[in-house]
């Protein structure tokens, strides 16, 4: 009893196809231009990705990061430039809403629907997600959201793809969870393309950075770290230059502003870091929802809307950033 008590502390036990072949074009996008009505998410942006990469796509929130994983996945196709999944990729989708075609059935019968297998060996599969027992036969319905993402795991494993989409994979996962997703990932060869607000997971499992800034998407060859240094370096440079050219200004009030923004920098945020990932996480849905809902007569009240959740979703990543820093 105790060892099997401990073997159900442990996480799903993950793993992808090993792949024995890796394409050398898996997406390619070229001046690529997308908006909802006077709002611009992209203006002639332009990336590839090769095969074998495992690449983290980041920005601001609301900067149209998902609308670009349904471009590419071919379920959004009003645009203009070029944005396509290479015909031949075999890829696996995980979204942030998870959805079953079928979420009467259970579990046991779902994974059932995706390879041919007898009840034994379903239940034995399943248990490497950790459905154990009388669990195998709740119903999707009622899962939680953590179940939900592990079965899904389960059944993209059986997929067997070399392209795996996912927007942000580790969202509802505990840490067992969360932790053997991130090694599955790390040693899978195929081609990994994440959209992510984890900091950890970017630094662990992604080699190369597509960040979307200003309608663009530019390339870092390396992880979130790379990429943070990369940018320190870029906003040290231009606050050297902006020092440079007002050098003539007034002293004295330079040396106030300089105290007042010293002060205001190392005030610890008013939120705790778990009440900040849920908020801007809710936020995050909002706009999601908002952005799904834009259309030929969406309302100016809804763009003010939708541009005053992004507004306050970069706030609370700033706050998020600022406690990162004084930790």
């Given amino acids: 009893k105790d060892k099997d008590h401990l073997h159900r502390q442990q996480g799903p036990r993950v793993a992808f196809k090993k792949i024995k072949h890796v394409s050398k074009d898996?997406?390619?996008?070229?001046?690529?231009?997308?908006?909802?009505?006077?709002?611009?998410?992209?203006?002639?942006?332009?990336?590839?990705?090769?095969?074998?990469?495992?690449?983290?796509?980041?920005?601001?929130?609301?900067?149209?990061?998902?609308?670009?994983?349904?471009?590419?996945?071919?379920?959004?196709?009003?645009?203009?430039?070029?944005?396509?999944?290479?015909?031949?990729?075999?890829?696996?989708?995980?979204?942030?809403?998870?959805?079953f075609e079928e979420e009467a059935r259970t579990v046991i019968e779902q994974i059932m629907t995706k390879?041919?297998?007898?009840?034994?060996?379903?239940?034995?599969?399943?248990?490497?997600?950790?459905?154990?027992?009388?669990?195998?036969?709740?119903?999707?319905?009622?899962?939680?959201g953590g179940e939900k993402v592990r079965l899904y795991l389960a059944c993209i494993m059986l997929e067997d793809a070399d392209c795996l989409i996912m927007d942000e994979p580790t969202n509802h996962l505990d840490m067992p969870a969360r932790e053997a997703l991130e090694n599955a990932?790390?040693?899978?060869k195929g081609t990994v393309i994440a959209i992510s607000h984890d900091r950890y997971f970017l630094s662990r499992c992604v080699n190369r950075i597509l960040a979307v800034e200003d309608g663009k998407v530019n390339a870092y060859e390396g992880n979130y770290e790379f990429y943070k240094e990369?940018?320190?370096?870029?906003?040290?440079?231009?606050?050297?230059?902006?020092?440079?050219?007002?050098?003539?200004?007034?002293?004295?009030?330079?040396?106030?502003?300089?105290?007042?923004?010293?002060?205001?920098?190392r005030k610890k945020p008013a939120l705790s870091g778990k009440k900040l990932e849920e908020d801007i996480m809710e936020l995050e849905q909002k706009a999601k929802k908002l952005e799904e809902a834009f259309n030929a007569e969406t309302?100016?009240?809804?763009?003010?809307?939708?541009?005053?959740?992004?507004?306050?979703?970069?706030?609370?990543?700033?706050?998020?950033?600022?406690?990162?820093?004084?930790?």
């Fill in 185 to 188: 990932i790390r040693d899978f």
């Fill in 26 to 99: 898996i997406v390619m996008v070229e001046n690529l231009k997308k908006a909802f009505g006077s709002v611009f998410l992209f203006d002639d942006a332009s990336f590839h990705i090769r095969g074998g990469e495992n690449v983290g796509i980041i920005g601001p929130n609301g900067c149209g990061k998902t609308t670009l994983i349904s471009i590419l996945t071919g379920s959004d196709t009003a645009f203009e430039g070029s944005a396509r999944l290479g015909e031949w990729v075999k890829y696996s989708y995980l979204g942030q809403d998870i959805r």
């Fill in 115 to 144: 390879k041919e297998m007898d009840e034994q060996e379903a239940r034995q599969f399943l248990g490497r997600f950790q459905f154990y027992g009388d669990d195998v036969h709740k119903s999707i319905s009622i899962l939680s």
């Fill in 299 to 327: 309302t100016r009240e809804a763009y003010r809307e939708y541009e005053a959740c992004l507004n306050r979703i970069n706030e609370l990543y700033s706050m998020w950033e600022q406690m990162e820093e004084s930790s």
């Fill in 230 to 265: 990369q940018r320190q370096a870029k906003e040290g440079q231009e606050t050297r230059t902006d020092k440079s050219s007002n050098h003539c200004g007034a002293s004295g009030n330079k040396k106030d502003n300089t105290l007042k923004n010293d002060g205001q920098s």
